[in-house]
């Protein structure tokens, strides 16, 4: 069972209040009463062990102890961008790319997209994002970014360190651009695949097209996939 509770940062040792749905998993959930211990995290990094000290309905005050800097963060930083599959498959993927490591999820707005999350599904998955993070002990939020447009990702994005985009007649995937770098961009296309204009623009930016074997995969399969080979090279 999780003892983990994730409070707006940033965490400083003393006393804290947690209100809203962090508390009332503490108190009706998990039933931890005065006298217990629980683990806090912020999201950026610092976790620091808890002793409960009131109980009330709706809120629950702690004395925080010294924060320290958690090393649950893999060495690379990985921007994973995908186009957003149909229902739960989106949740899914969230959920699994945050135990990964990644550090930002950016969905993908293609040509043959379709599927764009609105406000609310952001909104459900940035809560999916934070019970994932205290399932996998992980310290640091994943950053669910807005909606892009291929085009906007291909510029803005695609260049800040050694890119990948995902194509069934790609080359081999091949780790090593990846080893060395802090920072790696990984990138996954809709059903329909990309457009061959798409395919060129990534090129023209230096991305690598790259293949995950012979068979078909879904756009989730195909972007945890990606997520492992990266996240765990070293
Ligand atoms: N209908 C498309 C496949 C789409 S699958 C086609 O035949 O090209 C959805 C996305 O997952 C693809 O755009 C690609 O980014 C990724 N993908 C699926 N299987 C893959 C594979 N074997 N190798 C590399 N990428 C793959």
Redesign the pocket.
């Known amino acids: 069972m999780s003892r983990r509770f994730f409070v707006r940062g940033p965490l400083k040792a003393g006393p804290l209040r947690l209100v809203g749905g962090e508390a009332h998993h503490l108190v009706r959930v998990l039933r931890i009463g005065v006298g217990q211990s629980v683990v806090l995290f912020d999201g950026h990094e610092l976790e620091a062990p808890a002793d409960v000290m009131d109980v009330a309905p709706g809120s629950v005050d702690l004395t925080v102890h010294e924060p320290r800097k958690s090393q649950t963060e893999p060495a690379v930083e990985l921007v994973l961008a995908a ?1 957003v599959p149909k229902g739960d498959r989106f949740a899914w993927l969230i959920e699994k790319a945050t135990e990964l490591g990644v550090r930002r999820f950016v969905p993908l707005v293609t040509e043959r997209s379709v599927v764009v999350p609105g406000a609310g599904k952001l909104e459900k998955m940035r809560r999916t994002i934070i019970e994932a993070s205290k399932q996998s002990r992980r310290t640091r939020l994943m950053d669910l970014a807005e909606p892009l447009e291929w085009k906007e990702f291909a510029a803005r994005e695609l260049t800040a360190g050694p890119a990948c ?4 007649s ?1 080359a081999p995937f091949d780790i090593a651009p990846f080893r060395a770098e802090v920072r790696a961009v990984a ?8 457009t061959d204009a798409e395919l060129e623009l990534a090129t023209r930016r230096s991305a690598a097209l ?10 989730e399969t ?1 972007a945890l996939a990606l997520a492992a080979l990266i996240t765990t090279c070293r």
Do not use: N, Y
């Not at 790259?210 to 756009?219: A, D, Q, T």
């Open positions: 186009a985009v995902a194509h069934p790609g990138a996954v296309g809709p059903e329909g695949g990309f790259v293949s995950l074997g012979p068979g078909i995969l879904r756009i195909a």
